[in-house]
Antibody
Framework: QVQLVESGGGLVKPGGSLRLSCAAS????????MSWIRQAPGKGLEWVSY????????YYADSVKGRFTISRDNAKNSLYLQMNSLRAEDTAVYYC?????????????WGQGTLVTVSS | SYVLTQPPSVSVAPGKTARITCGGN??????VHWYQQKPGQAPVLVIY???DRPSGIPERFSGSNSGNTATLTISRVEAGDEADYYC????????????FGGGTKLTVL
């Protein structure tokens, strides 16, 4: 069955960095767009970043542009999010989600999320 | 940027029909996906491309999209349907590519 398992979350000071990982299994990872989506405590869902199946097309939300970098390693069935210059408002549960074969497809599978807390 | 507007809360008695709206400028020209999220859990896709239902989602869940409003309809509501519901679109006309609505808390009375 499809599994997405995030890791790498934790407590980090403002201005610090963190790298999230998402290990995928149960589907042909290299065929699918992937995204990171976050949810601040008690708040709604916010899309963070999106990467095409080959990694050649990448998009970011304005709130993270220039600070976060999404990448993937199809040989390792893994998705990553490098987060730099972290701010308190980046505190959230970060989900990786599989986005289907074409841009615009729904997110049919989600991981359980990893919590990132930015605090001094 | 494209904005999706959902009512913060909807309440319905068991066995009745719940309708959750998602408003956006000419949303009928876009494809809308709907997610259900229960406390402490990851979201689950319940409706995609306006009205399609993933396998395993009860037929009680349906969707429509026209004009400036998309609607998620849950018939014969059960206690287990109590959750937050989010609509989502792909806005290819701007750099704000993926947009979620603010979410609607469905309460089963």
């Amino acid at each position: 069955q499809v599994q997405l398992v995030e890791s790498g979350g934790g407590l980090v000071k403002p201005g610090g960095s963190l790298r999230l990982s998402c290990a995928a299994s149960g589907f042909t990872f290299s065929d699918y767009y992937m995204s990171w989506i976050r949810q601040a405590p008690g708040k709604g869902l916010e899309w963070v970043s999106y990467i095409s199946s080959s990694g050649s097309t990448i998009y970011y939300a304005d709130s993270v542009k220039g600070r976060f970098t999404i990448s993937r390693d199809n040989a390792k069935n893994s998705l990553y999010l490098q987060m730099n210059s972290l701010r308190a408002e980046d505190t959230a549960v970060y989900y990786c989600a599989s986005g289907g074969a074409v841009a615009g497809d729904p997110f049919d599978y989600w991981g359980q999320g990893t919590l990132v807390t930015v605090s001094s | 940027s494209y904005v999706l507007t959902q009512p913060p809360s909807v309440s319905v008695a068991p066995g009745k029909t719940a309708r959750i709206t998602c408003g956006g400028n000419n949303i009928g020209s876009k494809s809308v996906h709907w997610y259900q999220q229960k406390p402490g859990q990851a979201p689950v896709l319940v409706i995609y491309y306006d009205s399609d239902r993933p396998s395993g989602i009860p037929e009680r869940f349906s969707g429509s999209n026209s004009g400036n409003t998309a609607t998620l309809t849950i018939s014969r509501v059960e206690a287990g349907d109590e959750a937050d519901y989010y609509c989502q679109v792909w806005d290819s006309s701007s750099d704000h590519l993926l947009v979620f609505g603010g979410g609607t808390k469905l309460t089963v009375l």
